[in-house]
């Protein structure tokens, strides 16, 4: 490999990192807050995905798309968090994976009456459709580029929402410690509303801003869902900044293994949750 | 001990049996006499198209017979196999022991085919493969009670490597997922291309169902060979063929594939796939009058369009109706229904086809090239291609 192909295998496994961030970053915050293991979390990736198809095919433009499926996301959050997740808080983790366990499959029934089983493009907005010649055989799609900037931006506003805002102290709080922040006058069950809708909304856009490079398809979700646990696993379970540098690990070597090593490609990933398991059995960072 | 677990599973028995109506008497069982077909296919999942298009042209092939087999009514039974190989062998044995059926359809997946195999080979029941391409079935686990109407994982390939070096791509690179399905795919070129001549730079592969390829598509550049084989079915074939052309490698370096890889996709790749070469035994755009024949009245029956799916279930029908009729529908006269079966010619959609020694298709496989989202044949690329069948000992 000359230090060319080095760099631009570089660049694809930040992008690709990056992208696993989005998806696991809902999964690890729901966790980390509510302490819900969420199975369903893929489901609300392939929604997203449907829902950008679905939506920009009617409103003709993705940038509209995104943002009416986020609205949307958003509502259904709000409605699944009111109707079942919010009497999972204090139940057992079993009750819990058996609910969203079920989850998977209602999605997928209805995600089959909706929109049928057919696999979908969603075109790349004309503006970000170009690609940057990088070698004379290679170029890199600006859509890529765009992608890793919207997780870059996302990762960000996580960060200022819980670490420099009002609400992200008090979620914050509530995660510390329940009943204390309750006396203390916050309306915890506004916030963990708020933040279930916030985790379903990140992995319903993770879906609709890699719908025109992934394509749309059945069972979309489950696929990604393994990864992000990964990547939740390693990062510590409940902590952002460890699913970022989680992800960006795996990304690192799921893109060199498959190159180098294709033989154990498949393998290579879980075994470095093995190793970090091993080496720090919380995950790097523990909340 | 002993004697306590055998009161247990004597009693469960007891329950099981009278459930399944293995205790109702012999006459109320019998049921007018009609053949009972089991279907087990699947209805949901990732696959779930697919087993509607093969029932589809199942029941189309039969209906053309006035819905019957040898002149019996038909009875069916309908399992759904979901693709989920854990329960190939229950599922399979349901239709077997439970139903009771003359004959067994199905199905899709690979690892599910194994379950049913299983099952065929232990009670002999005749099984119809309508799609599942796994080696194992037609080589060396042969079975005389087996038949497959489609296709083995290598054939399409096996027609694909001399194609390309006809077209002056001497070094290749070859990409696909690692998983039964993508090996045996990969036997097939690897066999075809060197014999023609040609040298396989590289093997690409990725986990089943992985499909970030970003990182082996800078690999291709790099490598820079004359032409890309690849094997990939279904959304990932879509998404592998986008990754292709936004990494700028669409007409740099041309892209053959067996043919699933456009398949059921062209809609969702768009122009991506344009340009894209790929052998199979059909394709919708199949210029004939036996295929547009049939693809009319198929559309004016389900209201959708067939595809390679649907014409694999019509050849099962009509296969099926071959062997009935030269029983006169007395299914369990074996050695006359096997025999049918293995002479039989079918009149496809795809052109006329027979069975091979180890009943797998002698079938054309065709040349199409990707055109407005169509699959358009552009010659036929290995004429009566026929699967090794090694390792099997019939006939």
Known sequence: MDFATFLIQLLNSVQYGLLLFMLAAGLTLIFGIMGVVNLAHGSFYMIGAYLAWSLSSTFGSLTLAILGGALLSVLLGLALEWLLFRHFYQRDHLDQVLLTFGLIYIFEELRSILWGDDVHGVPIPDLLGASIPLTETLSYPVYRLFMSGVCIALAAGLYLLISKTRLGMKIRAGAFNRDMAEALGINIKLIHALVFALGVTLATIAGMVAAPISSVYPNMGSQVLIMCFVVVVIGGIGSVRGALIAALLVGLVDTFGKVLVPQVAGMLVYMLMAAVLLWKPQGLFKQ | ?395
């Not at chain 2, 194994?114 to 037609?138: Q, Y």
């Not at chain 2, 990969?186 to 023609?196: L, N, R, V």
């Open chain 2, 1 to 395: 001990m002993t004697t306590r677990r055998l009161v247990l599973s004597r009693s469960a028995a007891v329950i099981g049996a009278a459930s399944t109506g293995l205790l109702l008497p012999e006459i109320a069982r019998a049921q007018g006499n009609k053949v009972r077909v089991g279907l087990m296919l699947p209805y949901t999942g990732t696959f779930a198209q697919l087993g509607v298009a093969i029932e589809n042209g199942f029941r189309m092939a039969l209906n053309e017979q006035g819905g019957k087999l040898g002149g019996r009514e038909i009875e069916f039974f309908k399992v759904d196999d979901e693709s989920e190989p854990s329960k190939g062998v229950e599922n399979a044995t349901k239709l077997v022991q439970r139903d009771k059926v003359d004959v067994l359809v199905g199905t899709v997946h690979s690892g599910v085919q194994m379950g049913i195999h299983k099952v065929a080979r232990e009670s002999g029941v005749l099984n119809l493969i309508p799609n599942a391409g796994i080696h194992a079935a037609t080589r060396a686990l042969c079975a005389p009670n087996v038949f497959r109407t489609s296709f083995t994982n290598s054939q399409p390939t096996l027609a694909l490597g001399q194609a390309m070096v006809k077209r002056g791509h001497k070094k290749a690179v070859w990409i696909s997922w690692k998983y039964a399905a993508g090996d045996e795919a990969f036997e097939g070129f690897k066999e075809s291309y060197t014999k023609a001549g040609g040298t396989i730079l590289k093997e690409l592969a990725l986990p089943f169902p992985n499909v970030e390829f970003q990182a082996l598509l800078t690999e291709i550049a790099a490598l820079k060979p004359d032409a890309v084989a690849c094997f990939f079915a279904g959304g990932g074939a879509a998404k592998f063929i986008k990754d292709y052309a936004a990494a700028g490698l669409k007409g740099k370096i041309p892209l053959y594939g067996s043919g699933f890889l456009t398949e059921g996709v062209l809609d969702a790749a768009g122009p991506a796939a344009d340009g894209i070469i790929t052998t199979m035994h059909y394709s919708d755009s199949l210029d004939t009058k036996r295929n547009k024949e049939f693809r009319l009245a198929y559309a004016k029956t389900f209201k959708m369009q067939p595809d390679v799916y649907a014409v694999q279930g019509y050849d099962t029908g009509l296969l099926l109706v071959q062997g009935a009729n030269a029983v006169k529908g007395d299914l369990t006269n074996k050695k006359v229904l096997y025999a049918a079966l293995e002479k039989a010619v079918i009149d496809s959609p795809r052109g006329k086809w027979t069975m091979s020694k180890a009943h797998n298709p002698v079938q054309d496989m065709y040349l199409r090239v990707v055109a407005n989202k169509e699959n358009k044949v552009i010659g036929i690329a290995a004429k009566a291609l026929s699967d090794s069948g090694a390792g099997c000992k019939l006939g």
